[in-house]
């Protein structure tokens, strides 16, 4: 094969092309810092990276609920401590009223302090949190609970409402907490006026407080004397519905350590995939400028050669 100075011209331009192609390459990739710039680089590395950052986004998104949720559920934790306080306090006063010895003016006094007590419960279990009504079922911008009253003002027990014309579905809120994974917040305020959501039930505030309201009008002591186990159930009610509530808070605390143990290790992933070693790029950086100076300077000679060379 003859070599002419054509072919070693064609031969150093291909060659210098491509130095030029290789540096200006990790030349690209020290300044971004950035393993691929464009898809053309490496179109699985590429779609494995948007990948990653999509799911990146979603865990994002994940934790955003789980922390909305655990606040949420701090939230109920404390409306229910207040209540619960209140009806104990209530008790106290039933336990009190229900002895003989004890004036009608003296009951009255009680009683007073009982309708006091019933509001605070009905607020704290009307307690709002963002703009939106903890125990409200599916409804939260309506305060679900209300004090009923006759004619004359009196009290004549709580009502509670959801907006929902199915008394049989569950008023829970469901949240998203991972893919495919689902967690029902303690929401339906039914729960306190017992499940079934008749008025007769021992636990259901609403027919409990009228009760309550009536014996001390009447002076009944028998009644009010029953209505203490009663008043046991009720309580009762409530603290289970708070125990439910730290079970869900539990759950979501441990969903939000996976969650942030999900995220380090996407963000691991992410950076092998994406990331340059910095001391190695630059060593390969190196070599290229090397090789492309040599390929300079071996161009100078081979191309200097011109036909007054040979005059």
Known sequence: MRVTDSLMSQSFLRNLSTNTKNLQKYQEQLSSLKEVNRPSDDPLRVSKI?????????????????????????????????????????????????????????????????????????????????????????????????????????????????????????????????????????????????????????????????????????????????????????IENVVSSRAKTGAIFNRLEATLERNDSEKLNLKSMLAENQDIDLAEKYMQFTMEKTAYQASLAMGSQILQTNILDYL
């Open 50 to 234: 948007l990948d990653l950052n999509n799911t990146i986004v979603q865990n994002d998104q994940y934790k955003t609920t789980i922390n909305d949720a655990i606040q949420w559920t701090n939230v109920q934790d404390s409306a229910l401590s207040s209540a619960t306080k209140s009806l104990q306090r209530i008790k106290t006063l039933i336990q009190s009223s229900a002895n003989d010895t004890m004036s009608h003016s003296d009951r009255q006094a009680n009683k007073a302090e009982i309708a006091s007590e019933i509001h605070g419960v009905v607020d704290a279990l009307n307690t709002n949190f963002g703009g939106r009504y903890v125990f409200a079922g599916m409804n939260t911008t309506e305060a679900p609970f209300k004090v009923e009253t006759d004619d004359a003002g009196e009290i004549v027990g709580i009502s509670y409402h959801d907006g929902k014309d199915d008394s049989t579905a569950n008023g829970n809120l469901s949240r998203e907490i991972a893919p495919g994974v689902s967690i029902e917040l303690n929401t339906d305020g039914r729960v306190f006026m017992n499940e079934q959501g008749t008025a007769d039930s021992p636990d259901n505030l609403g027919s409990f407080f009228k009760d309550v309201m009536q014996a001390l009008d009447t002076d009944d002591t028998e009644k009010l004397s029953g209505l203490l186990d009663r008043a046991d159930q009720v």
